[in-house]
């Protein structure tokens, strides 16, 4: 039987570069994301500095990722601009690429490999960082949950690449 070609390689081989604008993680539970320019992503655990590593070893939701594109659309609906990716609460920003076409796929991120596991849907917490109509502005584009596959370093800059499939 023969293999067909994954439709998402052709798709990234024809944009150029998707890539890591923003990296933040949480401290502590409940407490604003703060913003960094790199980290370690840890194999099994999520991102070395955020609350959630290592609360569930294996666990879809290491890591959540939202594109800027993504972003752009949430302030379209909210009437808003220049919105702090940290208020939506989410690790990593990527740019040029639509992020639900990465769902079950394997990719690279920086030197760390990631699987994206699942959509992350927004929470009635949004209302509060982003004012009434929060929720419903994210709903469609929340972003992706994802696990760390490979231990490796992620910085602002850094590509993302599907994984040899």
Known sequence: MTQRPNPLNAYLGHLGAATIEWIGVRPRRREPL???SGAEAVAEMGL????????????G???TLISREF?????????KSGLDPALLRRNI?????????LRRQQFWL???????????HPCAR????????????????????????????I???DSLRLAAS
Do not use: W
């Open 34 to 36: 703060v913003a960094v």
């Open 48 to 59: 070395r500095g955020d609350h959630r590593m290592g609360k569930t070893p294996g666990s």
């Open 61 to 63: 939701r290491q890591v």
């Open 71 to 79: 972003v752009t659309q949430i302030e379209q609906h909210l009437g």
């Open 93 to 101: 920003v990527v740019s040029g690429i639509n992020l639900n076409a």
């Open 110 to 120: 920086g030197g760390a490999l990631f699987e994206a596991t699942q959509l992350c």
């Open 126 to 153: 949004m209302e509060a960082e982003l004012g009434p109509g929060g929720v419903v502005a994210m709903m469609g584009y929340g972003g992706l949950c994802a696990k760390v596959l490979q231990t490796g370093q």
């Open 155 to 157: 910085a602002i800059g």
